[in-house]
C-alpha cells in the first residue's frame, strides 16, 4: 500500500506515526526542530489522512503494522535501518515494529496496549466511543464552538493538557475525522499483544504524560513487562498528545531516543 507522507530534513531517518483519528498533520509542532537533526518522515497511517483504507483483516493492528513495516524499504535508504516514533495508536505501533526487529529504535508516547485489565480498555473504549458520539451530536453547534478558543479547549481537553495550543484548522480536521474515522469501531474490539521482542537490547524509550485522560499514566508500569530495557519518561502537564502541550521537550525526547545505541 502506497501511504501518503512527507520528508523534512536530512540525517538518520526517523519516521513518524500519528494516533488514531489523527494524521501526519499531529507532529508538526516538533518538526522544525526534529529536521535539523533528523531526516523527518510522516505518514498517513491506512484508514486515515490521504492514505487508502485497511482492508478488512482478522488482526487489524498486526495488519496495520504489516502495511507500515513494508513501508519502510520505500522510504529509508539503501543500507539504512530506520528509527520510528509513535504517538497512542502509532506508539504501539512503533513497538510492535522494535518487536520485530524491523527498524533501529523505537520511542513511543502514550502508547496504547498496556491496559492493566479489560475493565481499563473498555474504559478507553468507552472515552473514545462517547467524545465519537459527543461530536456528531454537537454537529453544527460543535463546528461552531471550535471557532471559539475558550470552548474549543474545553471541547479538547480530554487529549491536551494545554489545548488552547491547537489552532481552529487542526481542532476542525481532527472534529471531522473523530465523527467520520470507521478505525474506532475496529479497534475497540483488537489484541494489543505484541509480538515477542527478538532483540532484548533494542534502544525503546517511552513517554507519558502525567495528565494523559485517554491512556492514564498507571499503564505505563506495564512497559517493562515486554521491554525490560525501555527508558521510561513521564512529563507533568502533559496530556495524551504531548507534541502540542510540549513540543520542545518531545522533540528533544525524540532525538536522544533516535541517537541509537
Known amino acids: 500500500m502506497q501511504l501518503s507522507y512527507r520528508v523534512f530534513g536530512?540525517?538518520?531517518?526517523?519516521?513518524?506515526?500519528?494516533?488514531?483519528?489523527?494524521?501526519?498533520?499531529?507532529?508538526?509542532?516538533?518538526?522544525?526542530?526534529?529536521?535539523?537533526?533528523?531526516?523527518v518522515v510522516t505518514i498517513d497511517l491506512p484508514s486515515h489522512g490521504e492514505s487508502p483504507q485497511l482492508p478488512p483483516a482478522d488482526n487489524v493492528l498486526q495488519a496495520l503494522a504489516d502495511e507500515v513495516e513494508e513501508f519502510l524499504p520505500f522510504i529509508t535508504p539503501d543500507g539504512e535501518d530506520a528509527?520510528?516514533?509513535?504517538?497512542?495508536?502509532?506508539?504501539?505501533?512503533?513497538?510492535?515494529?522494535?518487536?520485530?526487529?524491523?527498524?533501529?529504535?523505537?520511542?513511543?508516547?502514550?502508547?496504547?496496549?498496556f491496559f492493566i485489565n479489560e475493565l481499563d480498555q473498555k474504559r478507553a473504549n468507552a472515552t473514545f466511543l462517547g467524545l465519537r458520539a459527543f461530536a456528531r451530536a454537537a454537529g453544527p453547534i460543535g463546528d461552531l464552538a471550535m471557532r471559539h478558543r475558550i470552548s474549543r479547549s474545553l471541547a479538547l481537553a480530554v487529549f491536551f493538557a494545554r489545548p488552547w495550543r491547537v489552532d481552529l484548522a487542526d481542532a476542525e480536521r481532527d472534529m471531522e475525522s473523530l465523527t467520520t474515522n470507521t478505525m474506532i469501531d475496529i479497534i475497540t474490539d483488537a489484541d494489543w499483544t505484541l509480538s515477542t521482542p527478538v532483540d532484548p537490547s533494542l534502544p525503546v524509550t517511552v513517554e507519558w504524560g502525567a495528565g494523559d485522560l485517554i491512556l492514564p499514566v498507571y499503564q505505563a508500569t506495564k512497559v517493562r513487562t515486554v521491554f525490560p530495557q525501555a527508558r521510561l519518561i513521564v512529563l507533568p502537564w502533559v496530556g495524551h498528545v504531548p507534541m502540542i502541550d510540549d513540543p520542545d521537550e518531545i522533540a528533544a525526547i525524540l532525538i536522544e531516543g533516535s541517537a541509537g545505541p
Do not use: C, M, Y
Not at 526517523?14 to 531526516?39: E, F, M, S, T, Y
Not at 509513535?86 to 502508547?111: C, D, F, H, K, Q
Open 83 to 113: 528509527h520510528v516514533a509513535g504517538n497512542s495508536l502509532g506508539g504501539w505501533l512503533a513497538l510492535e515494529l522494535a518487536a520485530r526487529g524491523a527498524v533501529a529504535s523505537a520511542t513511543a508516547l502514550s502508547p496504547g496496549g
Open 10 to 39: 536530512s540525517g538518520p531517518t526517523l519516521i513518524l506515526i500519528h494516533g488514531i483519528v489523527h494524521n501526519q498533520r499531529a507532529w508538526d509542532p516538533v518538526i522544525p526542530k526534529l529536521a535539523k537533526h533528523r531526516r
